[in-house]
C-alpha cells in the first residue's frame, strides 16, 4: 500500500515537472527553435489541427525558422496562425515554404518573458506541493484505518518529502536555465 502511495506521487510529480518543461520550451527567446511553434493550431480543411501535422517545421540557423507546409492550400491558414500566436514573428511567404526570421529581443520583453518563466516554474511547484499534500492525506488515512503503523506513515513522509524536494529542486534547475537562456544575446 505504502509503495503504491510513493509509485503514483513520483509519477504524478514526474508528469508535472514533464509539463512545466514543456512549457519553458515554448518560451521565446533570442534563438529559434522548432517549439516555437509547438502550440499554433492551424485550421485545416473545418478542422483544427497542431502545426506539425500541416508542416514540416525547422531551425537551419539561430534566426530563422522554416516552415515547409505539405498543401500548397494550406499555407495562408498556417501564415495567419502563426500571426494569430502573437510570438512577435512575421512570416514570409515563399511558395510552400514560410520564412520566419527571429528578431532580437529587447530588454524589456527579456524581463516579461523571465517573469513569465518564474510563474511557470512557481506553478509547478505549486502542483507538486499539491501532489505531496495528496499523498501525506492518503499515508494518514492508512494510519487511521490500521492499515499501517505510525513508524510506517512517518518513513513514507519522509520519503514523500525528499521527493517533493527533488522536484522542487528540478523546478528551480529548469527556471534557471530557462532564465540564462532568455537573458543571453
Known amino acids: ?10 509519477d504524478r510529480m514526474k ?10 520550451a515554448t518560451i521565446r527567446t533570442g534563438r529559434a527553435t522548432p517549439s516555437l ?4 493550431k492551424v485550421s485545416y ?5 497542431p502545426l506539425k501535422q500541416v508542416a514540416n517545421v525547422a531551425a537551419p540557423d539561430p534566426r530563422l525558422l522554416v516552415v515547409q507546409v505539405f498543401d500548397k492550400n494550406a499555407v495562408s491558414e ?7 500566436a502573437d510570438l512577435g514573428l512575421n512570416p514570409q511567404i515563399e511558395g ?14 527579456r524581463k ?11 506553478e509547478g511547484k505549486v502542483a507538486i506541493r499539491n501532489i505531496r ?5 492518503m499515508l494518514k488515512e492508512l494510519q487511521k484505518d490500521k492499515e499501517i503503523s505510525e513508524d510506517q506513515e512517518h518513513t513514507a513522509l519522509d520519503k514523500i518529502q525528499k521527493l517533493t524536494d527533488k522536484y522542487i529542486i528540478a523546478m528551480d534547475e529548469m527556471y534557471k536555465n530557462k532564465e540564462i537562456e532568455i537573458l543571453e544575446e
Open 1 to 10: 500500500m505504502i509503495n503504491d502511495v510513493l509509485i503514483d506521487a513520483e
Open 15 to 24: 508528469k508535472s515537472a514533464g509539463s512545466k518543461q514543456h512549457e519553458f
Open 37 to 40: 511553434l509547438s502550440n499554433i
Open 45 to 49: 480543411y473545418g478542422s483544427i489541427v
Open 78 to 84: 498556417v501564415d495567419k496562425a502563426i500571426r494569430a
Open 96 to 109: 510552400n515554404l514560410l520564412r520566419l526570421p527571429v528578431p532580437q529581443l529587447n530588454e524589456e520583453r
Open 112 to 122: 516579461d518573458l523571465v517573469k513569465y518563466a518564474h510563474k511557470i516554474a512557481e
Open 133 to 137: 499534500r495528496d499523498c501525506n492525506e
